[in-house]
């Protein structure tokens, strides 16, 4: 079997999804400090991974993806599966003002995701087989007010997913993409720590990852998590400006 290889290789998700993938597979956890992720190592052995081997990788230093990349295919290919789950949350209300934090949002979440799929595309379009798992968000969906520099990164970086889904069709290689709720865990403890109140249908990582598993699985190309988010949000994009404006932050 192949290989599985996680960018962002401390990512709660992108390690809970591999967990439940990982039998009978390599897995590669690309990460920074990727020394210390004894942790994440251990939960995949004992998921039946026949191999876990860490390599450095630094999602913003986009000059290093090519290189990464071609070193990944040409040690551990083919590859089966790349989980891009490196991302960050930042400070919203920061964000706002600061246009050097918004930047850095815009940067590892959008940009550098561009870097390190298409890459990831080129590769796996080159052996011809092969599925890239993209998380998206339901923030991206329709951007709220509380959020938009994240919510904006997460609506282009859908796009582009479902635009090179496409692209991709044919070719032997699949993009899953996922667009969760909320999800409490290590990404949100300090928003759930300040009193943030958990969205309607918040999701904890092992869930999304369950979904995402199962959506992989059955060889699908997107999943909302939960489900019931996709008639939801259909909804909430048709309400009316002014009233999408009034909703609580």
């Known amino acids: 079997m192949g290989t599985i290889v996680v960018f962002g290789g401390r990512s709660e998700i992108g390690v809970a999804t591999a967990v439940r993938l990982a039998a009978g597979h390599r897995v590669v956890l690309a990460a920074r400090r990727s020394g210390d992720l004894a942790d994440e190592t251990a939960a995949l052995i004992a998921a039946g991974a026949t191999e876990v081997v860490a390599v450095e990788f630094d999602a913003d230093d986009v000059t290093a993806h ?18 891009v789950a490196f991302g960050i949350l930042g400070d919203a209300a920061r964000a706002e003002t600061d246009v ?4 850095a949002i815009a940067h590892t979440d959008y940009y550098a995701q561009i870097s390190v799929i298409t890459l990831l595309a ?6 011809g087989s092969g599925t890239i798992i993209v998380f998206s968000s339901v923030a991206g969906v329709r951007v709220r007010r509380a959020n938009y520099v994240y919510g904006s990164t997460k609506a282009g970086l859908d796009g582009f997913a479902s635009g090179l889904a496409d692209a991709l069709h044919g070719t032997g290689v699949r993009l899953l993409l996922a667009r969760p709720g909320f999800v409490i865990g290590n990404m949100t403890r300090e928003l759930m720590a300040a009193g943030t109140t ?3 249908m918040s999701v904890t990582a ?9 959506a992989y699985r059955k060889g699908r190309g997107e999943v909302w998590i939960p489900g019931r988010l996709r008639p939801v949000f259909f909804g909430m994009r048709l309400l009316p400006r002014a009233v999408w404006r009034r909703l609580p932050r």
């Open 198 to 200: 958990p969205a309607p």
């Open 66 to 83: 090519g290189p990464l990349v071609a070193a990944l295919v040409a040690d551990y290919g083919p590859i089966d599966l790349a989980v």
């Open 206 to 214: 092992d869930q999304v990852a369950d979904a995402v598993a199962r």
């Open 122 to 127: 080129n590769a796996l379009r080159a052996q």
């Open 100 to 103: 050097e934090h918004a930047l």
